[in-house]
């Protein structure tokens, strides 16, 4: 079983800064790619940022420039830096895991329950 933990969100003000940190824990797995999701009221789940292990990073149009993800593989961390907030960055903020299961060496996909980040003026 894979375990997502999330933290660091909370409040903010425009233009500062929030940094969400996310722990994978569990057995039998290799990571495949790790990242950030985030879903405003009334909105579709949206890319914040991913990384895959070894490769490269994308992210959403929206956050480009402001956002920059960092992982450890070895450690099974994943953070989102997050600069410039605006008001439209106020969302719940998903963690998200791909694994490989070694003993099946299916894929599965999961999520962390969701961390709210509210940014005011």
């Known amino acids: 079983q894979v375990q997502l933990v999330e933290s660091g969100g909370g409040l903010a003000q425009a233009g500062g800064s929030r940094t969400l940190s996310c722990t994978v824990s569990g057995s039998n797995f290799v990571i495949q790619k790790m990242g950030w999701y985030r879903q405003g009221h009334a909105k579709e789940r949206e890319l914040a940022a991913s990384?895959?292990?070894?490769?490269?990073?994308s992210y959403g149009n929206s956050v480009k420039d402001r956002y920059t993800v960092s992982t450890d593989f070895a450690k099974n961390i994943v953070d989102l830096q997050m600069n410039s907030l605006k008001t439209e960055d106020t969302a719940v903020h998903y963690c998200?895991?791909?694994?490989?299961?070694?003993?099946?060496?299916?894929?599965?996909?999961?999520w962390g329950k969701g961390t709210q980040v509210t940014v005011s003026l």
């Open positions: 998200h895991v791909q694994i490989a299961d070694t003993n099946s060496y299916l894929r599965r996909d999961y």
């Open positions: 990384m895959l292990t070894g490769g490269p990073t």
